[in-house]
């Protein structure tokens, strides 16, 4: 297949671009469009074909579901059964990089689905990502746009290192803002929803708006063998790098101190903050930002990774995130990607 790539930089001036999209869509093709979380490999969510043909490039299991996309909040009563729940987190948090799972109406087919009688709904506020919602006039099925198994991407250059010659188009709308995917909740009750999977959205500003979040404990902690995870995409080993990824807790001094050891003793790629390129050696080095700027270190995560495995090291060491604010998103991407290894430097 020949994938068509058009640079979009103002979707309010290419609106041709947009529509040439949008008719992909409407016609059962597949478009890759970026939101303001990682870029979205989209399809009539409303059309099974589409459906199958996103897993088939994907490469991904067709019992994961995928989100669907919408233009409006409101919008989400023609997909899925809405609540004053739903209405509360769409009114706080849409357009957003929030995901409700609701109750799915038949008109998205058990493909979209991943067999299950709920549907994940987004509403992003990314311009071109909405514009294209709105001008395909039906809901977009998208997970993010890798391979099945490799980062989420945030730029174009890594949809195209994953999908090129897989889709038929490719938006590129620059970097992706957020760099993590979505915060996922699930409404229990009117009061009640369960965090799914952390994201921008924090577990404190949900606070803010229902009474209670309860959190899923695979947002945190490995699953055991025979558990069933609520959302399923849990289950599926994420992203890992080929080589070993260790993530380092511990006083900052004495994990640079480490590191700087590690540096002398064997080829390793280091996620280091701003503050610590000066005290180690240049090769292999990602850097994450300022040591507090959990923003950035998200917005570049799945970057660094993608590229600190490029270099074959034998290891990519990383900084343990802290589980608050913004940090759980990256903590539960982080520990995924380590496969659990945490490294505690003990103090000299
Ligand atoms: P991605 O599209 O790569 O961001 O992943 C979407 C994730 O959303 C899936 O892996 C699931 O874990 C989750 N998800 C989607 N739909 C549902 C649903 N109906 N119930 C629970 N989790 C869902
Ligand atoms: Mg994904």
Redesign the pocket.
């Known amino acids: 297949m020949n994938t068509k790539i058009i640079t979009i930089n103002d979707p309010a001036r290419e609106e041709q671009s947009l529509q040439e999209a949008a008719d992909v869509l409407r016609n059962g093709g597949l478009v890759v469009f970026p939101t303001e979380t990682v870029y979205g490999l989209g399809g009539d969510a409303t059309s099974a074909d589409s459906s199958r043909k996103i897993y088939e490039a994907k490469g991904r299991p067709s019992d994961?579901?995928?989100?669907i996309h919408i233009a409006h909040p409101d919008d989400a009563r023609r997909y899925a059964v809405t609540c004053p729940c739903y209405e509360r987190l769409a009114k706080a948090f849409m357009p957003g990089p929030l995901?409700v799972?609701l109750p799915r109406r038949d008109i998205i087919p058990t493909e979209t689905?991943g067999g299950?009688d709920?549907?994940?709904v987004r509403c992003p506020s990314h311009p071109i990502a909405h514009a294209l919602i709105q001008e395909a006039g039906v809901a977009i099925a998208a997970?993010?746009a890798n391979r099945s198994g490799k980062p989420s991407p945030t730029c174009a250059s890594h949809v195209i290192d994953d999908m090129d010659g897989r889709v038929d188009m490719i938006l590129d709308g620059g970097e992706c803002d957020i760099g993590l995917?979505s915060t996922?909740v699930?409404i229990e009750d009117e009061d009640t929803i369960t965090l799914?999977?952390p994201g921008a959205i924090t577990y404190d500003a949900l606070c803010m708006v229902v009474a209670n979040v309860n959190v899923a404990a695979a947002v945190s902690e490995r699953l055991g063998e025979n558990e069933r995870p609520?959302?399923?995409?849990?289950k599926y080993r994420h992203y890992a790098p080929d080589a070993p990824l260790v993530l380092l807790e511990g006083h900052p001094e004495d994990v640079l101190a480490y590191l700087e050891q590690e540096q002398n003793r064997i080829r390793c790629a280091i996620l280091c903050y701003d503050e610590e390129i000066n005290a180690l050696s240049s090769a292999s080095l990602h850097p994450v930002g300022k040591a507090d700027d959990l923003a950035s270190h998200a917005r570049l995560l799945f970057r660094n990774l993608r590229e600190a495995d490029c270099s074959g090291p034998d290891v990519i060491y990383a900084h343990l995130p802290p589980k608050e604010g913004l940090g759980l998103a990256l903590y539960n991407r982080m520990i995924r990607a380590a496969a659990h290894t945490i490294k505690h430097i003990p103090s000299r």
Request: net charge positive; proline share 13%; hydrophobic share 45%.
């Open positions: 994961n579901p995928l989100i995901t799972i689905t299950l709920t549907v994940a997970p993010s995917e996922i699930k799914l999977r609520l959302s399923p995409g849990m």
